[in-house]
């Protein structure tokens, strides 16, 4: 799974979380969150919340965790996320990071990022779970500022 924020200024703040099986996208487990703890712009609190709710309700309902959940940031976002793992008491699956620009993964439990090759397929593959996130997000976010917009 792969979890993305979006918001503009603070505003509308919503996640992403989608699902991919055997590398291709699983559109029917793709979830769409509204973020509701957070005021303002504050992307590690809304990983932390949309961490939390998802993998409670996984829990909750005995649910299978996803192999590896992939976070759209850097060093900070991945910290937030394990922490709502260990907030919820839940052991969490392989959480990493992909950070933009330098494209470096941050895994848990490792100090130093890996830096894999551009052409490396697993390098492509966190790059594409991430677009997607981030994709969803962006579309669920203009969706609700229309929707806002237009007074629907």
């Given at each position: ?83 709502a793992f260990d ?22 439990g490792r100090d ?41």
């Amino acid at each position: 799974e792969g979890v993305d924020i979006a918001h503009l200024g603070g505003n509308e703040t919503v996640a992403s979380l989608v699902q991919f099986i055997d590398g291709l996208p699983f559109k029917p487990g793709y979830r769409r969150f509204r973020i509701r703890e957070v005021t303002g712009v504050d992307d590690y609190a809304s990983i932390h919340e949309v961490v939390s709710r998802r993998f409670k309700r996984l829990d909750d309902e005995g649910t299978v965790q996803p192999d590896i959940l992939l976070v759209d940031g850097g060093k900070g976002q991945l910290g937030k996320a394990l922490q709502a793992f260990d907030a919820l008491k839940i052991t969490p699956p392989l959480v990493l990071s992909l950070a933009k620009k330098e494209e470096l993964i941050y895994v848990m439990g490792r100090d130093e990022p890996l830096r894999l090759s551009r052409h490396a397929f697993a390098l492509r593959l966190l790059q594409y779970v991430r677009d997607e996130a981030h994709r969803s997000a962006q579309h669920y976010h203009h969706l609700l500022r229309r929707k806002r917009t237009l007074g629907e």
